[in-house]
């Protein structure tokens, strides 16, 4: 088999085979056969059957049609090409974009058979299309216009049906009458007085805005007020919208205080201002004159935005007539209250005495119980002028226990603890004080040393349990007194050990104790507890000459 350049086959049989045949492969074909006897050939024609493009149907060169679709639907434009051979197509799009056949896109396609199909249709879409189908007898061109129109709906207005608004002598009023919907109906307004006003028109003080629909009255006076009608108008229907304007007034305060406002010393407080009226102007005067504007803030004194007044960590110079008052072009509304600061000064309902004792040893309290608004701070003075404050929990100074509620516990007093001790209660109104002064009483001792006769006792000596005073002794043995008797009475002691006067069992006739050790004695033993009366014995006229010992 071989080959022809310009694409036919010659088998071996002699047949000849013609590929992809066009026009100009018409005309005549001549078979030749030699061998050496001689030749022969033979003259075929082709004919090549060749006919021109139609377009649905459509006879001629160049057709148009107009093709009206809906927004946001699927369309179908048909462009099916008949011919011999069969024609080519593509769609020539509004700016010279060619889609050939097929073709496809997230929102456009064109099919094999020629169909322009368009998903979601938009108004952007509308214009001018062309679909050229094209063979070897020609080319066929097909025009669509094509329309995309939107739904129609009824005009919906935006908003409420009614509008009441105020009227500003001087101020520009703007009436928006605006509608929902992918078609804006042809807007009319109706004056108070009956004369329409359609888009775009001006007519004395008014211009009805014709790129939103919009009235404007400029400088309007209170002439201006009354009802104004806007009307929308569609295919579907007309809708309308009034507005009414009234001259404004002024602003009215809508809360009252009828009685004082009490407040707590060092608590918050809020005075509301509140008002219908918008714009407005609103003061607030306190009592000591100063002015505060809305809103400002100055101190502790706050305006807030909606017209209350704040005051933080109220005190009694806060009491007194405030005054607020809202005011516009109108007029002018006010609004007094009265505040009265709840505060008492500090006083001690539960305090020391003037003068206190204590037993050495022995724990006393001293009450100090306060009241007053706002809270009272209690505070003790120590006779070294230490300060001690009561807090909320128990407070422990040395041998000092400090209640909560403001008692002071002195446990195990001394000489040391005497004094004037003193309560202060304060509070930002004033203090009160009450001062006590505190004697710790020492006990006394009676020591009564005698020589008696063999027949005379001892007398002993008893000492507290708060105080350990002893005779000095040696490691092996104590200073004793002495007597001629078999019994004596003991020095008693309540502690964990005792110092005791020893008397023998056989008589003696001296004092067997030196006169430094006895007068040591007397000196340690000179702050023990009195010895009670039914104790004591009257001593005979024999006396060591030592009687009664007090510190």
């Not at 030749?39 to 057709?63: A, C, F, Y």
């Amino acid at each position: 088999i071989r080959r022809r350049p310009e694409g036919g086959l010659l088998l071996d049989d002699g047949t000849l085979v013609v590929q992809k045949v066009q026009r100009f492969d018409d005309g005549n074909y001549t078979c030749m056969s030699r061998n050496n006897a001689g030749q022969d050939h033979k003259v075929i024609r082709l004919e090549v059957l060749v006919t021109s493009p139609m377009i649905n149907g459509l006879k001629g060169t160049l057709n148009a049609i107009k093709v009206t679709a809906v927004a946001d639907q699927r369309t179908l434009v048909d462009c099916i090409a008949e011919g011999m051979p069969i024609p080519r197509i593509m769609w020539v799009l509004p700016g010279n974009v060619i889609l050939p056949a097929p073709y496809y896109s997230n929102r456009m396609t064109v099919h094999p058979n020629g169909t322009l199909e368009i998903r979601l249709a938009k108004r952007t879409d509308s214009g001018q299309l062309a679909c050229i189908a094209r063979n070897e007898g020609g080319e066929v061109k097909l025009i669509v216009n094509l329309d995309i129109k939107e739904v129609v709906e009824r005009a919906q207005i935006r908003g409420t049906n009614t509008d009441n608004l105020s009227l500003t002598v001087g101020n520009a009023v703007t009436l928006n009458c605006s509608f929902e919907g992918s078609t804006l109906p042809h807007v009319t307004w109706i004056l108070p007085n009956g004369t329409p006003l359609h888009s775009g028109a001006q007519f004395s003080k008014f211009f009805h805005r014709p790129n939103d629909g919009s009235l404007i009255i400029s400088n309007p006076s209170i002439a201006e007020a009354g009802m104004y009608r806007c009307l929308g108008r569609n295919s579907r229907g007309l809708v309308e919208r009034t507005f009414t304007l009234s001259p404004g007034k002024k602003p009215e305060i809508i809360n009252r205080y009828n009685s004082p406002v009490s407040v707590v010393n060092g608590e918050g407080l809020l005075l509301h201002c509140l008002t219908n009226a918008k714009p407005f102007r609103l003061t607030w005067t306190l009592p000591s004159g100063v002015v505060l504007n809305r809103p400002q803030r100055a101190g502790r004194y706050a305006v807030l935005a909606n017209g209350t007044l704040s005051i933080h960590q109220v005190s009694v110079y806060d009491r007194g007539l405030y005054g607020c008052r809202a005011a516009n072009e109108y007029g002018s509304s006010q609004l007094s209250v009265s505040v009265i600061v709840m505060a008492y000064p500090p006083r001690i309902t539960n305090g020391p005495p003037s003068v206190t004792y204590a037993k050495h040893g022995v724990a006393v309290q001293l009450n100090c119980v306060a009241t007053g608004i706002p809270r009272v701070e209690v505070a003790w003075e120590t006779p070294d002028k230490t300060r001690l404050a009561v807090s909320a929990q128990p407070r422990l100074f040395g041998n000092k226990y400090l209640h909560p509620q403001g008692s002071l516990v002195i446990q195990n007093p001394t000489q040391r603890d005497a004094g004037v001790y003193r309560c202060t209660a304060r509070n930002a109104i004033g203090k009160d004080s009450k001062a006590t002064i505190l004697n710790v009483v020492a006990p006394k001792s009676w020591l009564q040393l005698s020589l008696w006769s063999c027949s005379s006792p001892c007398y002993g000596l008893l000492h507290p349990a708060t105080l350990c005073s002893a005779l000095l002794h040696t490691a092996t043995s104590y200073y004793a007194l002495q007597c001629p008797v078999t019994s004596c009475y003991a020095l008693l002691h309540t502690a964990t050990s005792c110092y005791a006067l020893q008397c023998p069992a056989t008589p003696c006739n001296a004092l067997h104790c030196p006169a430094t050790p006895i007068i040591f004695i007397v000196t340690i033993i000179a702050t023990v507890h009195h010895i009670p009366n039914q104790h004591r014995q009257t001593p005979p006229t024999k006396s060591l000459g030592l009687s009664e010992v007090s510190p």
